[in-house]
């Protein structure tokens, strides 16, 4: 569950990073900030992923760290790693020593299956806008259209002057509240290939479930 939450928050982070058309302020800032995030060698990301349950008041906190590589990256949290090298998905539990082997569906237009195009789901099913201008920072505010959306809204806070993600907040109707807070924002890093292929010497003894 944690890493479809996880999943699910970076694909919605980055259909968000182009969308908005009720603000042309707001979309102008977005635009940049994609157009940065694209360019780059690599998207690379140490995140706080908190999890706030407002209706039993509950609170979870995880660390981890991702990074995007045109259609690749690796994700890695707590008790699960995903290596996806555009072809083949390794996704490896490391309290049961297990990584499962799966392919690619380039029909399904996801995170999971081809990541690069999240940069281009925008202006679809949202408005946007710019909330506040700060010195240091833009906070943007994202609406769905659609009102069975289980969205309230999303709030990004934008540094500035470098474009940079702070922050990330997931609103939902059910009083669940997402925050992705990056503590580490990098477009610098040139990935080799290795970094999204699993590399099985690596894990003794591990089982191997493929199912491609």
Known sequence: MRLLSTISLFLLFFEISTFGQTDP???????????????APSVSMKFSLITINQTDNTKDTLEGSVIIS?????????????????????SY????????????????????????????????GYKSRLIENKADSYIIDLYPEDIKNELVRVRLYIGKPTLNLI??????????IIILKVNDYDLKEKPGPETFIFQPGNFKGVEINDMR
């Open 93 to 124: 539990l490391s309290a049961e020593n297990e990584v499962t082997i799966t392919k690619a569906d380039k029909k399904d237009n996801s995170f999971q299956s081809r990541p690069s195009l999240i940069f281009s789901l925008y202006k679809k």
């Open 167 to 176: 922050s990330l907040e997931y609103k939902r109707k059910d009083g669940v």
């Open 25 to 39: 302020e707001a979309v102008k800032i977005l635009d940049k900030f994609a157009d940065k995030a694209t360019k």
């Open 70 to 90: 045109k259609d690749k990256y690796n994700l890695e949290l707590p008790d699960n790693t995903v290596w996806f090298n555009g072809e083949t998905s390794w």
